[in-house]
């Protein structure tokens, strides 16, 4: 929370679902208008749409006033707010007025603001979308009443100046304002989730937030026709409950509809226009070696792109989750063979759950199952997003504006270093195929404020190549001289095992890759490896030749295997250039190799 792009976001996505409840009501109340005509319940009634702008005019001084109040005394404005849980650092009684006492409570004070700030950001829009359903409540009533005219306006306004006289229209009001900002108490599951995960160590840093995840993910199913089917809730509103239940239920899901009728047009490949085109990225492929390719030619997942630049959406919820559910259900249909398309509900489901796990509030729970998944694999990396969250967000949101530059990391303390401004001066840059640094663009507008991040697209006719012919590329080996062992070791050593570099090692190698024989030279240089063109170069030559344009596409096909044998040439190029810069490097691997074979014969 210390990081302003989260409160940004909040602000962001609040606003974006507040307006979205406009034309929401107005299809809602044509759907009431319609049921009314057949005879059915009363319920949403015209008009309310535009009794919603009112309230949304009138509500701001309110809402200001809620905000300050909500800032000054710390409190939750209808008792629940986005954060579950506070710590208390306080010291009480006596031992206060103690220097150290009042030390600590200062201190506790100031760890609070974060959390203070989120509340006041909610109190505003808790603020304005009450005034907005006392509008919209107030108009519906006043309609029931046949009410026209004087008797129309006196009526609106006597609900309005005196709501709490009205209970069922206050309490309407109240509850409108938490589903609008997702803050919104949970069913008895829900509430027994939160529960466990107070009660399992280390739940909470597993799941830290459950509420509001949990409600963002309800918003996004209610307005996702096919996925709102799911469950009873849909169900119980249109036939049972009916009236206004009814009509916002329906509502949800027509406005939704056309939303996602829209987005589905740009999924996927995207229309390419005059402009450049438009086009709405999901997940991208789980394959490494895939994503890689990708994400080399400026890709960016969850994105939108318009001409060459890429627009992040994935932070703006709930409206991200229902972009991005469309994107991924078209990238995951699209690899479902075509006599099996039916099966229409599962990729839905598989497509929601990407998405969900995708968000960085999920990011704890998509890790531990993946640990659960591979352990050997994963359970190193949620290790390291542990230790990479003991540095506050806002101090790593400084580290990435003084120096976009990702950094190589590859234990606990490399975490720590690379998010902190001027230690991560001490790590290697991370690498692209061509050795060059992988450098981060920033956000739309300011960069330290921005939820919206953007990606250009490279201009450049080798990534795009790979990226055409679908060839997956891997990243500079991290051990040479055999096979990588495990990260989490449940067997002896095997001879088959290599010998891990260290970070400078393996950033030299990456440069010595990518540069070939125009690497800067540290020491002696082999003439043969001097000799070498840039790895761009040498691929773009093999691409321009007859038997490459023969060749088969795809991550099995002919292009991929001339492709990786001329990465794998030069990869083993390089190794035997690190070998021969320098006498220590050498007299060091050696070294260790022979630990590793003293070791293996003790065994």
Same mark, same amino acid.
Request: charged share 20%; proline share 6%.
């Given at each position: 929370?210390?990081?302003?792009?989260?409160?940004?976001?909040?602000?962001?996505?609040?606003?974006?679902?507040?307006?979205?409840?406009?034309?929401?009501?107005?299809?809602?109340?044509?759907?009431?208008?319609?049921?009314?005509?057949?005879?059915?319940?009363?319920?949403?009634?015209?008009?309310?749409?535009?009794?919603?702008?009112?309230?949304?005019?009138?509500?701001?001084?309110?809402?200001?006033?809620?905000?300050?109040?909500?800032?000054?005394?710390?409190?939750?404005?209808?008792?629940?707010?986005?954060?579950?849980?506070?710590?208390?650092?306080?010291?009480?009684?006596?031992?206060?007025?103690?220097?150290?006492?009042?030390?600590?409570?200062?201190?506790?004070?100031?760890?609070?603001?974060?959390?203070?700030?989120?509340?006041?950001?909610?109190?505003?829009?808790?603020?304005?979308?009450?005034?907005?359903?006392?509008?919209?409540?107030?108009?519906?009533?006043?309609?029931q009443e046949s009410l026209t005219g004087a008797a129309y306006l006196a009526r609106k306004a006597e609900i309005i100046k005196n709501p709490t006289a009205f209970p069922e229209i206050d309490a309407a009001a109240r509850q409108f304002a938490l589903v609008q900002t997702f803050t919104n108490e949970l069913g008895p599951v829900g509430q027994a989730i939160m529960r466990a995960a107070d009660a399992i160590p280390m739940g909470r840093v597993i799941a830290p937030f459950i509420r509001t995840p949990t409600n963002l993910a309800v918003a996004a199913k209610q307005r996702t026709p096919g996925l709102n089917l799911v469950g009873t809730q849909f169900w119980s509103d249109v036939f049972v409950t009916g009236g206004a239940a009814r009509d916002l239920a329906l509502g949800k899901m027509a406005a939704g509809g056309l939303t996602l009728s829209l987005v589905a047009m740009y999924a996927?490949?995207?229309?390419?226009?005059?402009?450049?085109?438009?086009?709405?990225?999901?997940?991208?492929?789980?394959?490494?070696?895939?994503?890689?390719?990708?994400?080399?030619?400026?890709?960016?997942?969850?994105?939108?792109?318009?001409?060459?630049?890429?627009?992040?959406?994935?932070?703006?919820?709930?409206?991200?989750?229902?972009?991005?559910?469309?994107?991924?259900?078209?990238?995951?249909?699209?690899?479902?063979?075509?006599g099996e398309r039916e099966e229409f509900a599962v990729a839905l489901m598989l497509a929601f759950s990407k998405n969900m796990l995708s968000k960085t509030y999920m990011q704890g729970v998509s890790n531990l199952i993946e640990a659960l998944e591979h352990p050997d694999q994963r359970v190193q990396s949620i290790l390291k997003n542990f230790a990479r969250s003991t540095v506050p967000a806002g101090v790593r949101a400084v580290e990435r504006i003084k120096d976009p530059t990702l950094q190589e990391t590859r234990t606990l303390l490399d975490q720590i270093r690379a998010g902190v401004p001027g230690w991560s001066e001490t790590l290697p840059p991370r690498r692209n195929l061509f050795g060059e640094p992988v450098v981060l663009e920033g956000g739309l507008g300011p960069d330290l404020l921005s939820p919206i991040r953007i990606s250009m697209k490279k201009d450049d006719p080798v990534i795009q190549e790979l990226v055409r012919a679908k060839i997956p590329i891997s990243d500079t080996p991290k051990i040479v001289f055999g096979t990588r062992?495990?990260?989490?070791?449940?067997?002896?050593?095997?001879?088959?095992?290599?010998?891990?570099?260290?970070?400078?090692?393996?950033?030299?190698?990456?440069?010595?890759?990518?540069?070939?024989?125009? !690497?800067? $030279?540290?020491?002696? @240089?082999?003439?043969?490896?001097?000799?070498?063109?840039? #790895?761009?170069?040498? /691929?773009? +030559?093999?691409?321009?030749?007859?038997?490459?344009?023969?060749?088969?596409?795809?991550?099995?096909?002919?292009?991929?295997?001339?492709?990786?044998?001329?990465?794998?040439?030069?990869?083993? !190029?390089? $190794?035997?250039?690190? @070998?021969?810069?320098?006498?220590?490097?050498?007299?060091? #691997?050696?070294?260790? /190799?022979? +630990?590793?074979?003293?070791?293996?014969?003790?065994?």
């Amino acid at each position: 929370l210390t990081n302003p792009v989260t409160h940004a976001t909040n602000t962001l996505s609040n606003t974006l679902f507040m307006l979205e409840a406009i034309p929401e009501r107005a299809v809602a109340g044509r759907i009431g208008q319609m049921a009314q005509f057949f005879g059915g319940q009363s319920g949403v009634a015209v008009g309310e749409a535009a009794a919603l702008l009112e309230g949304l005019r009138a509500g701001q001084r309110a809402a200001i006033l809620l905000a300050g109040k909500a800032f000054k005394s710390g409190q939750e404005v209808f008792r629940t707010g986005k954060v579950e849980r506070v710590p208390a650092i306080a010291i009480t009684g006596e031992l206060a007025e103690t220097w150290w006492g009042r030390g600590v409570n200062y201190f506790g004070t100031a760890a609070r603001i974060p959390t203070r700030m989120l509340g006041t950001e909610d109190a505003y829009f808790k603020g304005v979308n009450y005034t907005m359903e006392l509008y919209a409540q107030a108009h519906r009533r006043a309609v029931q009443e046949s009410l026209t005219g004087a008797a129309y306006l006196a009526r609106k306004a006597e609900i309005i100046k005196n709501p709490t006289a009205f209970p069922e229209i206050d309490a309407a009001a109240r509850q409108f304002a938490l589903v609008q900002t997702f803050t919104n108490e949970l069913g008895p599951v829900g509430q027994a989730i939160m529960r466990a995960a107070d009660a399992i160590p280390m739940g909470r840093v597993i799941a830290p937030f459950i509420r509001t995840p949990t409600n963002l993910a309800v918003a996004a199913k209610q307005r996702t026709p096919g996925l709102n089917l799911v469950g009873t809730q849909f169900w119980s509103d249109v036939f049972v409950t009916g009236g206004a239940a009814r009509d916002l239920a329906l509502g949800k899901m027509a406005a939704g509809g056309l939303t996602l009728s829209l987005v589905a047009m740009y999924a996927g490949e995207g229309i390419e226009g005059k402009f450049g085109g438009v086009q709405i990225t999901g997940g991208g492929p789980k394959d490494p070696g895939s994503r890689k390719a990708l994400m080399e030619s400026g890709w960016q997942p969850y994105s939108i792109r318009i001409g060459d630049t890429y627009y992040g959406y994935n932070r703006v919820d709930p409206l991200g989750v229902m972009i991005g559910l469309v994107a991924d259900y078209t990238e995951i249909a699209g690899q479902i063979p075509q006599g099996e398309r039916e099966e229409f509900a599962v990729a839905l489901m598989l497509a929601f759950s990407k998405n969900m796990l995708s968000k960085t509030y999920m990011q704890g729970v998509s890790n531990l199952i993946e640990a659960l998944e591979h352990p050997d694999q994963r359970v190193q990396s949620i290790l390291k997003n542990f230790a990479r969250s003991t540095v506050p967000a806002g101090v790593r949101a400084v580290e990435r504006i003084k120096d976009p530059t990702l950094q190589e990391t590859r234990t606990l303390l490399d975490q720590i270093r690379a998010g902190v401004p001027g230690w991560s001066e001490t790590l290697p840059p991370r690498r692209n195929l061509f050795g060059e640094p992988v450098v981060l663009e920033g956000g739309l507008g300011p960069d330290l404020l921005s939820p919206i991040r953007i990606s250009m697209k490279k201009d450049d006719p080798v990534i795009q190549e790979l990226v055409r012919a679908k060839i997956p590329i891997s990243d500079t080996p991290k051990i040479v001289f055999g096979t990588r062992p495990p990260s989490l070791r449940m067997e002896p050593q095997t001879a088959a095992e290599g010998v891990e570099l260290t970070r400078g090692e393996r950033d030299r190698l990456s440069v010595l890759v990518g540069l070939g024989g125009t !690497a800067p $030279k540290i020491g002696d @240089m082999d003439p043969a490896f001097a000799a070498l063109p840039p #790895l761009r170069d040498a /691929l773009s +030559a093999v691409m321009a030749r007859e038997d490459y344009k023969r060749a088969t596409d795809g991550p099995e096909g002919a292009k991929a295997l001339i492709v990786k044998s001329v990465i794998h040439a030069y990869r083993e !190029a390089a $190794k035997a250039q690190l @070998m021969r810069e320098s006498s220590g490097l050498e007299e060091a #691997l050696g070294q260790r /190799l022979g +630990a590793r074979a003293k070791a293996l014969g003790a065994s």
